[in-house]
């Protein structure tokens, strides 16, 4: 059963910094595109971060460039995604997802295998 389960959520002030991770089971994480998506209360999951099958190419919407870093680490059958200088308007619940094949956008409906989620709270 391909499974993803995201840790590293928590409460941050302004700032500050959180790093994300997401593994798998179930499946060799290094052969899938993974995209790291948000959704805030009320709003549509949109994506964050991307990589793709490659492990090379990746993607960032633009109010977290220069922010945040996707990384993946196959040995640990694991991506990450380490957020810096973290903003109130990051908060949300994280989710990575995966595609078995290569993704032309990063949009949700690319990837068909999703996490339960991580909740991330910035605020003073």
């Known amino acids: 059963q391909l499974q993803l389960v995201e840790s590293g959520g928590g409460m941050v002030q302004p700032g500050g910094s959180l790093k994300l991770s997401c593994a798998a089971s179930?499946?060799?994480?290094?052969?899938?595109?993974i995209g790291w998506f948000r959704q805030a209360p009320g709003t549509e999951r949109t994506m964050v971060s991307c990589?793709?099958?490659?492990?090379?190419?990746?993607k960032y919407t633009d109010s977290v460039k220069g922010r945040f870093i996707i990384s993946r680490d196959n040995a640990k059958n694991t991506v990450y995604l380490q957020m810096d200088n973290l903003k109130p308007e990051d908060t949300g619940v994280y989710y990575c997802?995966?595609?078995?094949?290569?993704?032309?956008?990063?949009?949700?409906?690319?990837?068909?295998?999703w996490g339960q989620g991580t909740q991330v709270f910035v605020s003073s």
């Open positions: 997802a995966a595609a078995g094949w290569p993704v032309s956008h990063c949009t949700a409906y690319e990837y068909d295998t």
């Open positions: 179930g499946f060799t994480l290094d052969r899938y595109a």
């Open positions: 990589i793709h099958t490659n492990g090379e190419t990746t």
